[in-house]
């Protein structure tokens, strides 16, 4: 499978093209902060796109994430608040949390031989009234003094210059991008997205797989929760991440990662998130009308799609 | 690999071009002084100043006209101001990401009505810290890192409407109340001032009290359970009148309206009808508040003193007086 340089780098150079576009329009587009801001607010967003990456190649969607992230930010929350336990351990906790809602969306679908988008669908609302129940309706605010590695998560900044945010995102992406490259389970999520039968037949244990995938979705989306509460200075509600899933799925396509399965990647999904932060900000600093920028959003993103399709 | 080659040069062609935009850009802003353009000297602009706002939702009909009467209200004064908003979309992180990019554009004055009080207050503060001054509209934040706080005393409103119920209802009765956005200053306030009230009234029950996010379809959702599961409703407490027309909806719908105290906030055009029409008993105008919000915006920017806190006052309506402030030509 040869690709043409245009096919492998389009994303990349449409990303590219954004920016300058940006920096003409907007003289305030390059300055420091703003980048600094920029590289900040996509983190979350990127993490969860980087879960749903995993889960989309591998043939499959996971709508869940939003419901998870909400679950796994009242989860630590409450830990401190409800059970005053240290913060260390209320951020494992909050993390378990999420890998086991993505465990269970994995279980249903293979053991329960379910389809992906009813099996999430289902837990997307499920986990959410679980978060609900968990607070009571109400949110938890923690006092950000008390909680100093929970804010640094969502608020510091390394040596006033790197978002810790933006770290944490950096070294998601590292990361899954050496399991996805470089082992034989990125491997067989490939193998799933192109074809399952031939991966199974090849003697792999491709419900392991599977549950693994999920699980990992559900791990990066409490991973984006807990941060969450951080970036919103210790409080956290059972209605964060609404509709957090649709963005997810956007960046991960926008970045040109097949919604059939097989073909893409993290860097595609870097990318895509990296499109969507900088169109909201720059329709943001050119003072674009809210109706408006829904507007301009939504044509800008079947423009990409149709630019990373053409060729195909 | 030659492939490669050409895809490296032209990154590099455009990372180059790119950040001769970017500093193009910066000299231009940084330029002070009037420009010289062929020998002529370029006539001074006015300096107008750029006051940003920005809106927690703009789902609601209350602040969509909140931000249409401060565009009135801007344009009062075109030639001293410019005014730029964002829309949060009634989510924390996207209100954070607005007001950085309000000061990224180099706004001179913040209005901010968070949507809630924790999350908003860092960002604002370092505004704030910044020497930009902020205005907080309707809600404010948890520090006194602001300029002026504007908004109308929630907790007042609260209490009188919890006398009109127990007046209504001879001090007896079974009581829905629908909240707002939990955890907001505003559902606090209204729910507390209200509880103030009728609950030194034994014969008064709040049977039930849910959230519907000062929302209409959601409160019609919470008012029909409400009336499944109680054969007996007197009263409607709702936190604003989306929400009261919402509970009416349901109310209508199983004729259940005749006789029904309900009670809603903000004096919304249709309400207004409501009351007129018998189907509604009180209202309480609720003011935006932003007509004060630019003009005091403008008293901070001529260097004039303002106080922190500036209250907003409030009107009951009733079928005795809402003529008087029924406007058809409203925006609201």
Sequence with gaps: ?312 | MKGKTIVWVIVIVVVLVALFYAFRGRGERRATGPLVSGGKISAPKKKKWLIGFSQSTMIDPWRINMLKQMQDAVKEHEDEIDFIYTDAKNDNNKQIADVQDLVTRGIDLLIISPREAEPLTPVVSEVYKKGIPVITLDRNITTSDYTCFIGASNLEIGRKAGERMVKELGGKGVVVEIEGILGATPTIERSKGFHEVVDKYKGIKVVLKRPADYLREPARKIMEDALQAYKKIDGVYAHNDEMALGALAAAKAVGRDKGLVIIGIDGQKEAFTAIMRGEMTATYIYPNGSKEAIETALKILKGEKVPKHITLPTVEVTKENVNQYYNPNAYF
């Excluded at chain 1, 703003?34 to 980087?50: D, F, L, P």
């Excluded at chain 1, 951020?91 to 809602?101: P, R, S, Y």
């Excluded at chain 1, 210059?161 to 034989?184: D, H």
Aim: include cysteine.
């Design chain 1, 1 to 312: 499978m040869k690709k043409t340089i245009w096919e492998r780098y389009r994303v990349a150079l449409g990303l590219l093209i954004l920016i300058i576009l940006s920096s003409i329009i907007s003289p305030d587009f390059t300055r420091p902060t703003n980048i600094q801001n920029v590289v900040q607010r996509v983190s979350i967003m990127g993490i969860m796109a980087i879960g749903m990456t995993f889960v989309i190649l591998s043939g499959g969607i996971d709508l869940s994430v939003g419901s998870v992230l909400a679950a796994s930010a009242c989860l630590t929350a409450g830990a401190i608040k409800y059970y005053h336990l240290p913060i260390a351990i209320a951020i494992l906790i909050g993390l378990l949390g999420g890998a086991f809602f993505g465990f269970l969306n994995g279980i249903f679908i293979t053991k329960g031989k379910m389809q992906p988008f009813v099996v999430t669908l289902a837990l997307m609302t499920s986990v959410r009234g679980f978060a609900f129940l968990y607070t009571n309706g109400q949110p938890i605010t923690l006092e950000p003094s008390e909680v100093p590695l929970l804010i640094n998560l969502g608020l510091g900044k390394i040596g006033n210059f790197l978002p810790t945010q933006t770290l944490i995102f950096i070294l998601v992406a590292l990361i899954s991008y050496i399991l996805l490259r470089f082992t034989s389970f990125g491997r067989y999520v490939y193998g799933l997205g192109g074809n399952e039968e031939a991966v199974r037949l090849s003697g792999v244990n491709v419900e392991r797989v599977k549950v693994l995938i999920y699980t990992l979705s559900g791990l990066l989306s409490g991973l984006g929760g807990i941060m969450m509460v951080g970036f919103q200075n210790g409080l956290a509600n059972a209605n964060f991440g609404l509709g957090y899933e649709l963005s997810a799925i956007a960046c991960v396509v926008i970045g040109g990662t097949s919604l059939a399965g097989g073909t893409g990647g993290v860097g595609n999904t870097v990318i895509g998130t990296l499109i969507i932060g900088i169109l909201d900000n720059i329709l943001n600093l050119k003072g674009v009308g809210t109706y408006m920028q829904e507007m301009i959003r939504g044509a800008i993103i079947i423009f990409a799609v149709y630019i990373s399709k053409r060729k195909e």
